[in-house]
């Protein structure tokens, strides 16, 4: 029972696969894997949880059901983003009274907005819940990008937002980012690429797609980097990057994610309307080439 505030919070954020399934079961030996595993939080219905696919009432739903069965055990952070504030503020408002440690909201997509505009629609967002707001800077997602300089603003003008999830894949952005905001405002990263880089300049967090897979290479690396050991954390970056290079080449990727899961025994189901299921090709590409990254999961989590 962790139950960590959102300040204090240090180490790996799994980006969670939401369960397409209503085998409850199926998800809680998935969070027991996360959580013997070193996972210390659960980011719920972000990029490759598909989230942005469903509606409000899906999403409230499949939220209630990860928070309950999540428990105490993690620091769970919803992502409640949408492209309208009304939809952001009743899922966020949702996910404050069920329980969530956090919300986030990806910047509004669809329309290219200056920091000013980004400030007021946050700090109405922040107003609509009692769980601490962050940002959700996706450039690929939203559809524009957004500097350090425009974060500081929106900062600045919506006092009610705690921090930031990162995930313009940026090192220079990152590392402004840290170094301007690290010692004020929750830094979070995301890009499975920049896992070592992230700890490496002092970012406490990281939310990692590929920890809702790998949650032992995951956090191999953060405790490889927590005590100084950069050659081995390296090593695992590796393994890691080889892994994500992948899981992007074969397949529509939140289907590949899916799959790669599936091979270590957890099925939640299919990745959601209207993505496609794997051939069955790209299933066989993937089971030969990702066995070598299972068995180091494997190995790392018999022996740490």
Request: include cysteine.
């Amino acid at each position: 029972m962790i139950a960590v505030r959102l300040e204090e919070f240090k180490g790996i954020i799994a980006a969670t696969i939401t369960p397409n399934t209503a085998d409850e079961s199926e998800v809680s030996r998935y969070l027991d894997l996360l959580e013997r595993s070193g996972v210390r939080g659960l980011f719920i219905l972000g990029t490759m949880g598909e989230g942005a696919k469903l509606g409000p009432s899906s999403r409230q739903r499949l939220a209630e059901m990860m928070l309950g069965l999540a428990g105490k055990r993690f620091l769970k952070i919803v992502h409640v983003g949408a492209p309208d504030i009304e939809t952001a503020e009743q899922l966020a408002r949702h996910a404050g009274g069920c329980g969530a440690d956090g919300v986030s909201a990806v910047m509004p997509y669809y329309y290219r907005y200056d920091a000013e505009s980004l400030a007021a629609f946050y700090n109405r967002l922040a107003g609509s819940t009692e769980a601490p707001l962050l940002l959700y800077n996706n450039p690929g997602r939203q559809g524009y990008s957004v500097s350090a300089a425009e974060v500081g603003r929106v900062f600045e003008l919506a006092p009610g937002v705690r921090g930031i999830k990162d995930t313009s894949g940026d090192p220079a952005m990152l590392l402004e980012l840290q170094t301007s905001f690290g010692s004020t405002h929750f830094v979070a990263c995301g890009g499975d690429h920049l896992l070592h880089y992230a700890f490496a300049i002092g970012v406490r967090a990281h939310v990692s797609s590929l920890a809702a897979i790998y949650p032992e290479i995951a956090t191999g690396i953060w405790r490889a980097a927590s005590r100084g050991d950069h050659s081995t954390a390296l090593r695992l970056q590796n393994a890691l990057n080889r892994a994500r290079t992948l899981l992007r080449a074969v397949g529509p990727d939140t289907a590949s994610y899916r799959y790669a899961l599936r091979l270590r025994g957890i099925d939640l189901g299919p990745p959601l309307f209207p993505t496609r299921g794997l051939t069955g090709e790209e299933m066989e590409k993937l089971s030969h080439g990702l066995e070598p990254l299972q068995r180091l999961a494997e190995e790392i989590g018999r022996h740490g």
